[in-house]
């Protein structure tokens, strides 16, 4: 998906906000420069997580990132394994795959590249609402009997401790479909706050199903920079569950159909759906109504 006119802006916003604190004028307008240079040469013709890794590589040559990604994420990735087991008590009783799908839902909460930050309060207070979320049973319904026909499922995570949650739920689908493989994929290399190989070894994944890398450091799943097995598997795989906004931006319109499953957490994607902030949404592109 050709990134939107308002996430260019909001990215060279976020940009010029975190080099304000650096007192060198001509360094940050030369870094500034060379920013809207990518925003105006890519912005139509590549996808937002695209543009984020091309700008954030020119950031890595004028400044030293301040923010220990590696500490956030073994927190949050240990935050929800402190949860994990009240979670799995409290689906217990679920019938069908929709609480799961809630969880996973408000998991994708933790995201440092739009939020900025996370509101640890925020998190908790999610999790405990995490029954009112209004995930739409028809689309349930559709994915339900495509895993009952498929045998493979290719499962695309978004962030740290949100993985926690998607253990959790790819679990249970190897209880329901017996014959179904599963794989998961992450991304290739540190980007921001999104999962690695690292993080599922961390929380266990890796013990349940195979994981493999994506082979990009990117916030999101663009096909031209897969590595070799992780488009093969793109390309085979039956049924595909993208989470994230990332994995939206990145992969909407291109041809891969997959059921998408994030939170919506900025402006443009509230009225892009049509919802509020912090609603979900979960749907498979071919039945998508975006505004």
Do not use: W
Not at 173 to 201: F, H, P, S, W
Not at 263 to 283: H, N
């Amino acid at each position: 998906m050709i990134a939107n006119s308002r996430c260019i802006a909001c990215n060279l916003s976020k940009k010029e906000e975190k080099i304000r604190k650096h007192s060198d004028e001509k360094k940050k307008k030369e870094f500034i420069q060379k920013v809207t240079g990518i925003l105006y040469k890519y912005g139509d013709i590549e996808s937002t997580p695209m543009l984020d890794k091309r700008i954030q590589d020119i950031y890595n040559e004028y400044y030293e990132e301040k923010t220990d990604y590696v500490a956030l994420k073994h927190k949050y990735n240990q935050y929800m394994l402190e949860r994990e087991d009240e979670i799995k008590e409290h689906l217990k009783e679920a019938k069908n795959i929709k609480d799961y799908i809630k969880y996973v839902c408000v998991g994708n909460y933790i995201d440092f590249g739009v939020t900025g930050n996370i509101d640890d309060q925020m998190l908790d207070d999610l999790l405990k609402k995490v029954d009112s979320l209004n995930i739409p049973e028809q689309e349930i319904k559709y994915l339900e009997e495509e895993l009952k026909q498929a045998k493979t499922l290719l499962y695309i995570t978004d962030n740290c401790g949100e993985i926690v949650l998607d253990k959790i739920f790819i679990e249970e689908l190897k209880k329901r479909y017996g014959n179904l493989e599963i794989i998961v994929m992450v991304r290739g290399g540190l980007t921001i706050n999104d999962a690695t190989i690292e993080d599922a070894q961390e929380i266990g994944l890796t013990k349940i199903v195979p994981v493999i890398s994506n082979g990009a450091a990117i916030a999101g799943t663009v096909k031209e920079q897969l590595s070799k097995e992780a488009r093969k598997q793109l390309d085979s795989a039956d049924v595909i569950i993208a989470k994230g906004m990332g994995n939206f931006e990145s992969m909407y319109q291109e041809g891969i159909n997959p059921y998408y499953l994030f939170l919506c957490k900025c402006d443009l994607f509230t009225r892009r759906f049509g919802v509020k902030l912090f609603d979900p949404i979960f749907c498979k592109e071919e039945r998508l109504d975006i505004k």
